[in-house]
């Protein structure tokens, strides 16, 4: 007989076997899931949840598809928040911090609670990235937000209204297009490929017979 | 940290490690491979296949699962829907909103078209979210697009379409250039140099990657791109028919509002399928490492309106899908894990196979090694083999994990488990749909006009077996090429009598050919209620 919990479903109680994911448990109790289930492997943020342990006063937030259920555990799913996504065009943006003062002031709003970090479902410090952004420091701003889901669940805690992630992608575009390092070998291929630098060899492999392309193949030296 | 039951063969383990890390086993030769794949392999279990009694691949076995599926009926009759009350009226219906549909929509609004995507969960709920390890392109000094072409060709047996692969290896580096440019923030080294590594079956080191985040790096930002064009997105809304117009040309799709039902006409000069994979049809009892919404879709719809498949009876199972712990069972474990030094080990601390061979053999060699030679590790629910992870901070230093791998640390850590201290139970899980739509070189299919396809939905770009990192590439390349085809054709298109009269043209092919079935298409989301099937 396998080991069940208690959990309460938006305060439904239902009893679940005790090695499920919050995810599972729900579809166990009978949900067909539409909203609030992704990619199911912590990737996508759909299946932001909140819950507490009945006794503890601690409000805990987490990706449904990647935590076990516990006895106990009240549980709200928070499929979607509404963050604040400013349009911009990449082609004319420019990696100043102007740029973050223009479409997301309300970071210069932060009142330094860390509400934000303590709940984010990646671990994440993300008090300490969004005051890379208010200082236009977008590299670090990037490196720390890097494992962001795009949840929402820092932004449901905020109380100066605050979209983190929205404001962690541009930091990220920015560094991404504008600050990181061009790549030489990377143009310089594009270009070899533009002016028909392979065509001949390419033409070739398109022509030859499937025996010959096997002993090639079967043959090719494979760089250590 | 492991239970008692498992800590006799970590200790095997553990006690050959260095002994192993310097081991460099033989690859096997073009002879083993074949023979292990008959034996071993699940495309090769020709009891789990059926034969279509009808339809554009008539005589033709793909698995028994997707054969119920495409010789479905619809989940609509013509009358259902008014045709004339049209909702969305565009150049271009983008169906699907992952790599190939967002890729696909940003070139098609690029280029001046009235573009819109529909989509069944939300923007970004696609496979390409989850693809961890990277994505190929020729772009070092040693490489070339040729020698790219003849590793993907050899990995697919051969069987690729070589025009379609062809253009794959040939946009590559532009592919790359074109995310960068959009800010995708790829691993570099301080002058800019790409940091790439090895994936199975390569012969020179060409995979980019994020830190193993690479698929949802390129997924949120061209979803962020998406929305800065302020292209229309029509989400929680699956395509679940096509429109034909009284020619036989694609015109557009029923759409289904999934939380209330309500159907909608989306009227369209071209149509792109881009609906991704099938994992959570669960092939063989397999569990995935797909996305929630991976069921096949675009295959039918393509299917029931006369498009053909190409080689649908091929699946990849990715070699290393979590085997323990239960709660991520079926997980993708990414193969840049071996590309970093960690080798496969039995029960008994034995490297069994070189870690870097193709994914169909790598699975099939693992699936061997825990059934007739019997040195799989029980994990109480199943069997699996050790990924020795802790090699690889042996090999690069302290920190590699957490550097180059911080997603596999985090859903390890979950539940206790240190992969930078303990190895890692892996066994294979359904991943990749090889085949599906039959396409030319434009991104359009080869017998329905105005009908486009992009990404995981297309068959025959990677032949039977595809190589890591060639899909993230492919759904760049191909997604980005039917865009700007679809694009350019809706400006001669002039759109014809919309009309469904193929279900019903359907209905009557399945009753000539003697076909019984309840089972209603696409199948839009898997049913886990109650237990059923696996997550």
Known sequence: MEKMVNIFLFGKKYEVPANLTIMTAMEYAGYQLVRGCGCRNGFCGACATVYRIKGDKELKACLACQTQVEDNMYIATLPFFPLVKEVYDMEKITPSEAVMMQLYPEIYACVGCNACTKSCTQELNVMQYIAYAQRGDFEKCAEESFDCVMCGVCSSRCPAGISHPQVAMLARRINGKYLAPGCEHLDARVKEIKDGTFNELIEALMQKPVEELKELYNTREIEK | ?535
């Open chain 2, 1 to 535: 940290m492991y239970s008692e039951q498992f800590q006799k063969s970590i200790k095997a383990v553990e006690a050959a490690r260095e002994a192993n890390i310097a081991l460099e086993p033989d690859r096997m030769t073009a002879k083993q491979k074949e023979d292990l794949l008959a034996a071993y392999h699940p495309d090769y279990k020709k009891d789990e296949f059926e034969t279509l009694k009808f339809g554009p691949n008539k005589g033709q076995e793909v698995p028994r699962e997707l054969c119920e599926l495409l010789q479905a009926k619809s989940r609509i009759k013509a009358d259902d829907i008014d045709l004339n009350d049209v909702t969305y009226d565009v150049d271009v219906l983008v169906i699907g909103g992952g790599g190939a549909g967002t890729s696909a929509a940003i070139e098609a609004h690029e280029a001046g078209a009235k573009v819109m995507i529909a989509t069944k969960l939300r923007m970004g709920d696609a496979n390409t979210m989850m693809a961890e390890g990277g994505i190929q392109a020729a772009d070092k000094p040693n490489d070339s697009p040729a020698i790219h072409f003849v590793d993907a060709f050899g990995g697919g047996h051969f069987a690729a379409k070589r025009e379609l692969l062809s253009k794959l290896v040939c946009d590559a580096p532009e592919a790359i250039q074109w995310l960068s440019n959009l800010g995708v923030e790829f691993d570099k080294e301080a002058d800019g140099t790409m940091v790439t590594t090895h994936g199975g079956g390569t012969s020179r080191k060409r995979m980019h990657a994020a830190k193993d985040y690479s698929g949802a790096e390129i997924m949120r930002t061209l979803r962020d791109e998406v929305l800065n064009r302020q292209i229309p997105v029509v989400d929680f809304t699956a395509a679940i028919e096509l429109i034909l117009d009284e020619k036989g040309n694609a015109a557009g799709a029923v759409l289904m509002n999934m939380e209330t039902n309500e159907l909608m006409v989306a009227k369209a000069k071209t149509v792109i399928i881009a609906t991704g994979g099938a994992g959570r049809m669960h092939y063989q009892g397999f569990p995935t490492s797909n996305h929630y919404g991976a069921t096949a879709d675009g295959l039918v719809l393509g299917y029931r309106a006369g498009a053909k498949l190409l080689y649908a009876e091929t699946l990849q199972y990715h070699p290393t899908g979590v085997a323990y712990p239960e709660q991520i069972f079926g997980a993708l474990v990414t193969e840049k894990v071996r590309s970093l030094g960690a080798k496969l080990v039995n029960v008994n601390g034995d490297v069994f196979m070189h870690p870097l061979e193709t994914r169909d053999v790598s699975a099939a060699s693992i699936i061997r090694e825990c059934t007739d030679r019997g040195n799989g590790v029980d994990t109480g629910s199943g069997l699996g083999v050790w990924l020795d992870t802790p090699m690889i901070e042996k090999i690069g230093g302290e920190g590699t994990i957490e550097k180059r791998i911080p997603a596999m640390m985090r859903m390890f850590g979950q539940y206790g488990i240190d992969i930078r201290k303990e190895p890692i139970l892996v066994f294979p899980t359904l991943h990749y749909q090889n085949g599906g739509l039959d396409i030319n070189v434009d991104g359009s299919t080869t017998n329905v006009e105005n009908l486009y396809v992009a990404g995981e939905a297309v068959g025959g770009i990677h032949g039977k077996n595809r190589l890591m990192g060639n899909s993230l590439l492919d759904i760049i390349v191909f997604g980005r090429n039917a865009g700007q085809n679809a694009a350019a054709k809706a400006k001669n298109v002039t759109v014809g009598k919309l009309s469904l009269d193929h279900i019903a043209a359907f209905d009557k092919e399945r009753a000539a050919a003697g076909v019984e079935t309840d089972a209603v298409s696409p199948k839009l989301l898997p049913d886990y209620t109650n237990r059923k099937n696996r997550a």
